[in-house]
């Protein structure tokens, strides 16, 4: 069991950065794989950067070279840096953490993004 809190969020214009940060209440290096996911309104909740515990990092092609994950085991932190954002950027962003075997996930509450053109 995991509580996951997200801040950062906010308005930002089109070319601006946000630096979004998410405390867990557990240890990270005990999950399989720790990231960040956005929603928009009506939409799916689709991965934004996952990085598997040990593992590789992966990134949605819309953000890949702009956005860039990190993690910090001593302070159980996942931080995703947001730069050059656009309007499309805009959505809920969601910081998750993931067990792969029983197949579970721990999802924060959320924090809204908007980009303005």
């Known amino acids: 069991q995991a509580q996951l809190v997200e801040s950062g969020g906010g308005l930002v214009q089109a070319g601006g950065s946000l630096t979004l940060s998410c405390v867990v209440s557990g240890s990270i290096s005990s999950f399989n794989a720790v990231g960040w996911s956005r929603q928009t309104p009506n939409g799916p909740r689709d991965p934004v950067a996952t990085m598997v515990t040990g593992g590789s990092t992966f990134y949605a092609d819309f953000v890949k070279g702009r956005f860039t994950v990190s993690r910090d085991n001593a302070k159980n932190t996942v931080t995703l840096q947001m730069n050059n954002l656009k309007p499309e950027d805009t959505g809920v962003y969601y910081c998750?953490?993931?067990?792969?075997?029983?197949?579970?996930?721990?999802w924060g509450q959320g924090t809204q993004v908007t980009v303005s053109s």
């Open positions: 998750n953490v993931q067990l792969f075997f029983p197949k579970v996930d721990y």
